[in-house]
T-cell receptor, first 114, second 115 residues
Framework: AQSVSQHNHHVILSEAASLELGCNYS??????LFWYVQYPGQHLQLLLK??????LVKGIKGFEAEFIKSKFSFNLRKPSVQWSDTAEYFC????????????FGGGTRVLVKP | EAGVVQSPRYKIIEKKQPVAFWCNPI?????LYWYLQNLGQGPELLIR????????DSQLPKDRFSAERLKGVDSTLKIQPAELGDSAVYLC?????????????FGAGTRLSVL
């Protein structure tokens, strides 16, 4: 079974700082990769996804992620964060051959100080 | 377009009591999921429905948990009896299909506290 690891449980940074959140998965086959975000008091929503093609994908609100197959990684980045990026971020994976069964990482709680 | 609707948002019960959660998926979404999210962790799949059929319930603790989706639209998840360790957020999600590229859309969740 696949598993997903997010290395940082909590990140605190100031506005305008750059953000990078790590995500590694364990599965050797074809995977689809997702980042979901949960703003305070709101539901989980999709930030970006990778299915195939260009390994650098861009999502909403200036976020991007890079799929590095050799490292089994799908790290999330934003060059300059805003206070409104305060949220919890979840990396998720599903295995193409196993249908739409998402496996989530433990999440990273990001606090952006104004 | 309305999103995934869950109710109630919060529920507080005493241990050994029954509890039920309701989910209405996005219109036209035939696949429905129930997830459990413990504090500080990511969601974990409990059960997945394709229309009214439970196609993956391997992670559902069947001694106390049950779920149904009788008409292939809304769904109910029940716990009877509840235990202290069931305190968590119960999330419902839906997608328009079961292919891995179908995006799952989540509801706001029901936060259960068992006292």
């Amino acid at each position: 079974a696949q598993s997903v690891s997010q290395h940082n449980h909590h990140v605190i940074l100031s506005e305008a700082a750059s953000l990078e959140l790590g995500c590694n998965y364990s599965y050797g086959g074809t995977v689809n990769l997702f980042w979901y975000v949960q703003y305070p008091g709101q539901h989980l929503q999709l930030l970006l996804k990778y299915f195939s093609g260009d390994p650098l994908v861009k999502g909403i609100k200036g976020f991007e992620a890079e799929f590095i197959k050799s490292k089994f990684s799908f790290n999330l980045r934003k060059p300059s964060v805003q206070w409104s990026d305060t949220a919890e971020y979840f990396c998720a994976v599903n295995v193409a051959a196993a249908g739409n069964k998402l496996t989530f990482g433990g999440g990273t709680r990001v606090l952006v100080k104004p | 377009e309305a999103g995934v609707v869950q109710s109630p948002r919060y529920k507080i019960i005493e241990k050994k009591q029954p509890v039920a959660f309701w989910c209405n998926p996005i219109s036209g979404h035939n696949t429905l999921y129930w997830y459990l999210q413990n504090l500080g962790q990511g969601p974990e799949l409990l059960i997945r429905y394709e229309n009214e059929e439970a196609v993956d319930d391997s992670q559902l603790p069947k001694d106390r948990f049950s779920a149904e989706r009788l008409k292939g639209v809304d769904s109910t998840l029940k716990i009877q009896p509840a235990e202290l360790g069931d305190s968590a957020v119960y999330l419902c999600a839906s997608s328009s299909g079961t292919v891995a590229k179908n995006i799952q859309y989540f509801g706001a969740g029901t936060r259960l506290s068992v006292l």
